[in-house]
T-cell receptor
Framework: DAGVIQSPRHEVTEMGQEVTLRCKPI?????LFWYRQTMMRGLELLIY????????DSGMPEDRFSAKMPNASFSTLKIQPSEPRDSAVYFC???????????FGPGTRLTVT | QQQVKQSPQSLIVQKGGISIINCAYE??????FPWYQQFPGKGPALLIA?????SEKKEGRFTISFNKSAKQFSLHIMDSQPGDSATYFC???????????FGGGTRLMVKP
């Protein structure tokens, strides 16, 4: 079975540009999580969905960040406009209803210059 | 507020030795305590996990010890191998489907 799929794997963009990160969760999973990893702050939750509905977005840094999950097999995280401090690795993870386990994708390394 | 504190930040162990990483948590509502292993350029991979109704769980060379009264848990890697060299994260969650709160990570190096 395919794991969590993220694209692109690497993204380099200039400050002020819009960035869209994509995630395909494991088929049959009901939860989808977006985490961000930085040296300073470690791994932190940005937002998560249950059955395509956002449950907790308290980790979203500011209005420049938005996330959607239009269907069970696809989610996007958008940053507009991007800033150098957004440079990080962004991970998507998914889990099954009633289970604790979360499975992570390979991540998208974002660099904003 | 850092709810899960992990130590040490880095660890060097000789091949065949025991690696021990510790975590402490504050929120007594946490109900699930996983450990993740992360190699450079990869996503965190679930290694082993424990619920607070047991004090120890073993899977191969990896063991979690859990002390509910002290609000602490630890990962023991027996017979450490160079292939175990990675960053290890402890985490905690309050219920199935809830977010994970991560510790700061431990970079483990196993010397041949």
């Amino acid at each position: 079975d395919a794991g969590v799929i993220q694209s692109p794997r690497h993204e380099v963009t200039e400050m002020g540009q819009e960035v869209t990160l994509r995630c395909k969760p494991i088929s049959g999973h009901d939860y989808l999580f977006w985490y961000r990893q930085t040296m300073m702050r470690g791994l932190e939750l940005l937002i998560y969905f249950n059955n395509n509905v956002p449950i907790d977005d308290s980790g979203m840094p500011e209005d420049r960040f938005s996330a959607k999950m239009p269907n069970a097999s696809f989610s996007t995280l958008k940053i507009q406009p991007s800033e150098p401090r957004d440079s990080a690795v962004y991970f998507c993870a998914s889990g099954r209803q009633g289970n604790y386990e979360q499975y992570f994708g390979p991540g998208t390394r974002l660099t904003v210059t | 507020q850092q709810q899960v504190k992990q130590s040490p930040q880095s660890l060097i162990v000789q091949k065949g030795g025991i690696s021990i990483i510790n975590c402490a948590y504050e929120n007594t509502a946490f109900d699930y305590f996983p450990w993740y292993q992360q190699f450079p350029g990869k996503g965190p991979a679930l290694l082993i996990a424990i619920r607070p109704d047991v004090s120890e769980k073993k899977e191969g060379r990896f063991t979690i010890s859990f002390n509910k009264s002290a609000k602490q848990f630890s990962l023991h890697i027996m017979d450490s191998q160079p292939g175990d060299s990675a960053t290890y994260f402890c985490a905690a969650s309050m219920y199935a489907g809830n977010m994970l709160t991560f510790g700061g990570g431990t970079r483990l190096m196993v010397k041949p």
